[in-house]
């Protein structure tokens, strides 16, 4: 551990800072190119740690454990998204307006909202796990695990956003590195010694997002000054946000974290082991889509806080040159050598894989030709015109469920799940032309 803490405790905090090194932060937050690629390596190095965990599992304990690594990191990701969605992203979108003592009040308020949230998630999930009667004894202590390391992770998570919403992209990378180093070295350790044990592997993780929170306050506690009143007024304005914001996010973002549930439900946690095989490919291009959105969503409310709808629209144009791409390459290699890489990883014990490598990636290409659209309609401050293109992406879900899941398990979650995302980013990208085409003659909000 001491290793992490010493790689964030070189974190470049304001003024205190070398002139070089200084110089070299500033570079990095200014230039839109060295922030991108930034970005796409952070996501790299997050999907590379999912990539060699979920093979390393798969190898050691096979299907049925690596149904259960996916429900858990599916659960996590849900709880992430919701705070997200309440918490962070009104705060992209609004902490441009404020500055100096207003803007340290409106820090204050959204951590404490994230310790509140948070708590009250938590404390659910426990009641859950301590409810809850299943005959899987691993299922269940690794949901016991998550009720006390989840708090770190969720930390981790809201200190990802509020640096990102600052554009401060290397802050998040030396944060990421701290806690995908940890969470890589325990899996490697345990997989060398055949003690491949998640709850193990949950607990080191935690600690190391703890590790990197300690180091984070002790730099940045400045930043933040907390007054009662502001809470609640810096809620209610959020909520008038998030609640849209959320209620996209429950209705079609999150349709692959709930697919894998869906599946559980319905074939085992063998089936969804599967589809988690096939979720290792499907990494790689969701590199480039989660860089992308961590690079777009505070640019492009910057882009339209000063520049406007014009601009805000050749941002995202740049934005789709990129990544429309780079996603779409990995579509093809997966299409066409899928099966070979599935077979290699796995040691063959996944037959068949190839069809629904190809339907995954597809799906986050229509994800990311979504997501600047989505991205464009937050920056609008029109989150609740996302709500349209999210009911339809849930509804296609719903109908493609019973017709696709139900009888060709993995195969038929996998194409239900490309539905939903080609239907859902046809209708945002339409909303998203006609509320530009609205604003157009408005000035910047």
Known sequence: MSTSADILNALPVADSQPGPLKKLVLRFQT????????????????????FVSAILIGRACGAEILGIFSLVASALAMMVGVQDQLITAPYVVNHHRCKG???RRYAGSMLLHHLILNTLMLASLFLVVWKTQTSSDEIRTVARVLVFAGPAML????IRELALAHCRTLHVVLLDLA???TQLITILLLFTTDFVQLPLMYSAVGVACVAAAVIWW????????FRLPGVVSHWYRNWKFGRWALATHLAGTSTPYIMPWILFLMHGRQATGYLASCSVIVGVANILLSGMSDYVTPRAARSYASGGIAELKQFLRRVLMLAVPGIGSVCVVSAIFGEQIIAALYDGR??????IVTLMTLSVLANAIGSAAGNGLWALHQPRANFVADMITLTAVIAATPALVAPYGAWGAAAASLVACVLGAVCRTLIFRQCSAEATARPAR
């Open 155 to 158: 930390l981790r998570a809201f």
């Open 218 to 225: 002790k730099h940045h506690r400045t930043d933040f000054q």
């Open 350 to 355: 996944f037959p068949g894989a190839g069809q």
């Open 31 to 50: 230039s839109e190119g060295l922030s991108s690629l930034l970005a796409v390596f952070d996501q790299g190095m997050i999907s590379g740690t999912s």
């Open 179 to 181: 806690v995908c180093g």
């Open 101 to 103: 003592t207003a803007l």
